[in-house]
């Protein structure tokens, strides 16, 4: 089975400032998507943003980019311009037809 | 557009009782259905999924079961619940290549 890893249990940026989250997969298929998850203290799932692998350009989505790594399997977060809102846990995920699987989740705290 | 509904949103349940959570979509048809568990602070299990009425696949052997009796209906059950089957219960459709969509969530709590 594919399986999704993040290394950062908790990460901490300050108000305005930039900060990555981490995601690898595990994967020996050519053909995926990856997405990034928020879940808010409501616990509502949220797409932040999406990539297909067949995509060589990474996605952008306003202050959110992803950085794709795909020979390495490396599919990282990149919010600019860090707003209190942000703070929630962030989900990694990777889907291939019916299978979709999660990482353990990143929570991120913005400090004011 | 579509939408998909979760219920009940709050449970607490005594231990050795039955257990059934609903999960309705709205505005599609023939979705792929799907049922994650989220212990406190941690990620998403997947525990189930359906391609279609009455196909469940199932990812993890537990006291939980489901069903899909009608095309947008899917149902998680249980004949006894056990304490570790406290958790957040997500719903979540997809239809077509893209991402899942989920429900608003089952805060479930077995003492």
């Known amino acids: 089975a594919q399986t999704v890893t993040q290394s950062q249990p908790e990460m901490s940026v300050q108000e305005a400032e930039t900060v990555t989250l981490s995601c690898t997969y595990d994967?020996?298929?050519?053909?995926?998507?990856l997405f990034w998850y928020k879940q808010p203290p409501s616990r509502q799932m949220i797409l932040v943003i999406r990539?297909?692998?067949?995509?060589?350009q990474n996605a952008t989505e306003n202050r959110f980019s992803v950085n794709f790594q795909k020979a390495a399997k490396s599919f990282s977060l990149k919010i600019s311009d860090s707003q209190l809102g942000d703070a929630a846990m962030y989900f990694c995920a990777y889907r291939r037809g019916n299978d979709m699987r999660f990482g353990a989740g990143t929570r991120l705290t913005v400090k004011p | 557009s579509q939408t998909i509904h979760q219920w009940p949103a709050t449970l607490v349940q005594p231990v050795g009782s039955p257990l059934s959570l609903e999960c309705t979509v709205e505005g599609t048809s023939n979705p792929n259905l799907y049922w994650y568990r989220q212990a406190a602070g941690r990620g998403l299990q997947l525990l189930f999924y359906s391609v279609g009425i009455g196909q469940i696949s199932s990812e993890v052997p537990q006291n939980l079961s489901a069903s899909r009796p009608q095309d947008r209906q899917f149902i998680l059950s249980s004949k006894k619940l056990l304490l570790s089957d406290s958790g957040f219960y997500l719903c979540?459709?997809?239809?077509?290549?893209?991402?899942?969509?989920f429900g608003e969530g089952s805060r479930l709590t077995v003492l």
């Open positions: 990539q297909e692998a067949y995509k060589q």
């Open positions: 979540a459709w997809i239809e077509g290549p893209g991402e899942l969509f």
């Open positions: 994967t020996s298929e050519s053909d995926y998507y």
